[in-house]
């Protein structure tokens, strides 16, 4: 087989793209599925939230200790320490399963600001008949939630 210099040129670039092809392609495929299976973190993995703010409320670190501000038009009650720390630990420890997204107007919103985040996570709350959804705009993940975890993530709906 007699072919010139440019020609060479093409057969190799023709053949390391079909090799590229191949190889990306048998990558796929022994790699699998990337969607994770079972319940996942809501959180990164080891990350210190260093505020949580819903509507009109704003619990933040002071020290080892927390603090809720509330806005002066609040109809909820102020809750003590220990209530504080248990949802900030819910935050941190809660699991749930992924889901298919769920239509209609948002129940609640979260806000949390973690150490060494340059954004905060933002989660919305959304109800239907008889499930919770909760909604990761950071990572555009909807996850579903019972109604004990629901009020363990947002206090405004353990005081209802």
Not at 31 to 54: N, V
Not at 90 to 116: I, K, N
């Amino acid at each position: 087989m007699k072919l010139s210099r440019k020609g060479w040129n093409n057969l190799i670039i023709f053949a390391m793209l079909i090799m590229i092809f191949v190889f990306n392609g048998l990558h796929h495929r022994l790699g699998g599925d990337d969607e994770p299976k079972g319940p996942q973190p809501l959180l990164p993995a080891q990350s210190y939230i260093l505020t949580l703010e819903y509507p009109g409320i704003k619990i933040e670190r002071i020290g080892t200790s927390w603090r809720m501000q509330q806005d002066s038009d609040a109809a909820q009650p102020s809750a003590d320490i220990q209530t504080l720390e248990a949802n900030v630990r819910a935050w941190q420890q809660q699991r749930a399963p992924l889901a298919e997204p769920l239509g209609g107007a948002p129940l609640l919103a979260a806000t949390l600001t973690l150490a060494g985040e340059p954004t905060p996570y933002v989660y919305v709350l959304y109800k239907d008949q008889q499930h919770y959804r909760l909604f990761n705009k950071q990572q555009q993940r909807w996850y579903s939630l019972t109604t004990h975890q629901a009020q363990q993530l947002f206090i405004q709906l353990a005081s209802n």
